[in-house]
């Protein structure tokens, strides 16, 4: 009688960190390459994060960042965060036409008082933008033709009420 083998295990390979974190990079999942390896994803993501490789969501959301259009600029950020109180005020206005607890009625009502506060800010970020191009334009007009000794005097008015500004808002 003859007694089975058993089948051969394929021996795993010996680890090559460098090509697991090329992997790692890509969107292959990794269950494949540890298994090849003969490690656990766990164990391939610990040393990942041991060895801070960047993590694929944080790519992800990287990527997404950078495509947001316009978002660094004031007026567009202005102009997203109003649409998101009107959304905001819209859903609430839903809510309150439905029966409910009072503690939504209470909790909506703070939400409204918050949103009226942010409404208030938008309208003072929108005005003090306003202010400042119209007095940039003033300040290039009066600028513009004259020797470069007046252009120096606009620019130090110009500095000069900057920083008084900043030091009311700070004293604020």
Do not use: F
Not at 88 to 96: F, G, K, S, T, Y
Not at 128 to 144: D, F, L, N, V
Request: net charge positive.
């Amino acid at each position: 009688m003859t007694v089975p083998t058993p089948p051969e295990t394929e021996e795993p390979k010996p680890v090559d960190w460098a090509h697991i974190e090329q992997v790692y990079q890509t969107e292959e999942k990794l269950a494949n390459t540890a298994k090849i390896y003969g490690l656990t994803v766990q164990k391939i993501v610990a040393h990942a994060q041991r060895h801070n490789w960047p993590l694929r969501y944080e790519r992800e959301q990287a990527g997404k960042q950078k495509r947001s259009p316009g978002s660094t600029d004031p007026a567009t950020l202005r102009r997203r965060l109003t649409a998101l109180v009107e959304r905001q005020i819209a859903e609430i206005e839903w809510r309150l036409a439905e029966p409910a607890e009072c503690r939504d009625h209470e909790r909506d009502a703070r939400t409204l008082s918050n949103l009226t506060r942010t409404l208030d800010k938008l309208i003072e970020l929108k005005r003090a933008a306003a202010i400042e191009r119209a007095e940039a334009k003033r300040m290039r007009e009066k600028a513009g033709g004259n020797d470069g000794t007046k252009t120096d005097d606009v620019l130090r008015q110009d500095l000069a009420r900057r920083l008084a500004r900043i030091a009311t808002a700070s004293a604020d």
